[in-house]
């Protein structure tokens, strides 16, 4: 089969077996790293699971904005979101506008629009900041 060939079916292999391993099939690679070969290795916390102290953000949003929601209380949410819009983590570009947009709502009143904000936040970043920076400073 010519390389043309082996490139090709390597790269329709790689929907199923990932690109490395589809450059590794077609003899393009003779190393694979053992964390491609054997998935990336979950990150492991010393905070955060049941038995384990909050992590950093997490105890904050536990203490913090959580009673701020609770309270309804515009002017402690807006406080609360913009202090989140000051703390963006890298690789999260819609994090600040999505707080402050929060903030602002919460400012006039929205608090039904300033809680979609945190929903909204959540369902972007909540489970890749858990997976990689749960225990980053906050």
């Known amino acids: 089969m010519s390389m043309s060939m082996k490139l090709f079916s390597a790269v329709l ?3 199923g077996i990932g690109f490395a391993g589809a450059a590794w099939a ?3 690679a003779t190393d694979v790293p053992a964390s491609v070969a054997e998935g990336a290795a979950k990150k492991e916390f ?9 992590c950093p953000m997490q105890g904050w949003m536990k ?3 959580q009673s701020a929601t609770t309270s309804g209380d515009g ?3 807006a406080s609360a979101l913009e202090y989140v819009a000051a703390k963006p983590p890298p690789g999260m570009p819609k994090w600040v506008a999505i707080s402050k947009d929060g ?3 919460a400012k006039k009143g929205d608090i039904d629009g300033a809680k979609a904000s945190c929903k909204a936040c959540h369902d972007l970043y909540k489970a890749e900041y858990k997976a ?7």
């Open 13 to 15: 292999m790689g929907v």
């Open 26 to 28: 077609a003899g393009g």
């Open 46 to 54: 010393g905070c955060g699971a049941k038995g384990q102290k909050a």
């Open 63 to 65: 203490t913090v904005m």
């Open 75 to 77: 002017a402690k949410i």
């Open 103 to 105: 903030a602002e709502k």
């Open 132 to 138: 990689n920076l749960r225990d980053a400073a906050f």
